[in-house]
């Protein structure tokens, strides 16, 4: 055949993402059949990507976003190898790409996610397919979502930790809904209040400073009185409404959102790292 064309490389590059030797091969292999040579470079992304399947995926982005409304939000998180790739625009662009799906779709889970069509493509092809064109592992490995009144969101720079918050009002400033969300994202709460607390943490917090005073050498009648009491500085230090205001730790959270309207309240929240 004659030679392939430099606007068919570019084309094709394009459409896969491919380099541009990749692409030029895979012309030269179909004859220039554009669709076969798609078909190619997404066979051998494929091929790639199942040898690097056990290797570490530690880097990545973390990002975030909420509807239009303001109502709903979604999270999710795409892992791969290496910082450097993790900074790259188009593998910016595809977590980008499977975040609006996500909130458009609001599906009920992780697997759900993967399966939606995006491009013509499932997400979890997409994935597939553009990690073996980098070369590198990628991974689709969290997504969660989120309702309210109001829905604010916050991605730390360099898209390794974001955090949604939702709300019980829709007047939320934009101020007063990131300071939340920033708080959730700087000092990861495990729950809105004391309350939320789940039995089992709480049980496992109150044997931990039990043992703690037991190994202090305090008297057996009086440790489940000082587990009580780190208990209750657990709660102070691990839940969102008892947290010292990172803004000003003069107030904990409860004490800023009354003073912005006393029937202001956080319904929810979410939050992932890259990092823990």
Known sequence: MSEVKT???????KLTGAGMMDCKDALTESNGNLDKAVELIRERGKAIANKRAERDAGE??????????GKKGA???LNCETDF??????????????????????????????????????????????????????ELSYYDKIEGEKVVYYIHPGNKLAAIVAFNKVNVSEQVGKDIAMQVAAMNPVSIDAEDVPEETRK??????????????????????????????????????NQD???????????????????????????VSLNA
């Open 7 to 13: 606007a068919d490389i570019v084309k094709l590059r």
């Open 60 to 69: 990545g982005a973390a990002l975030a976003t909420i509807t239009t409304d």
């Open 75 to 77: 999270m999710v998180v």
């Open 85 to 138: 790739v993790a900074k790259n625009e188009s593998f910016i662009g595809l977590a980008a790409k499977i975040l609006n799906a996500a909130l458009e779709n609001l599906p009920v889970d992780l697997e759900a996610l993967k399966d939606i069509v995006v491009d013509g493509r499932k997400i979890q092809d997409l994935v597939f397919e553009q990690s073996g064109v980098t070369g590198e592992k990628f």
């Open 204 to 241: 496992k917090e109150f044997e931990i400073g039990r043992e703690q005073a037991r190994l202090e050498g305090k008297p057996e009648n009086i440790l489940d009185k000082i587990a009580q009491g780190k208990l209750q500085k657990f709660f102070k230090e691990n839940t969102l409404m």
């Open 245 to 271: 205001f990172i803004k000003d730790s003069k107030m904990n959270i409860a004490s800023y959102l009354k003073s912005i309207d006393k029937d202001l309240k956080v319904t929810g929240f979410k939050r």
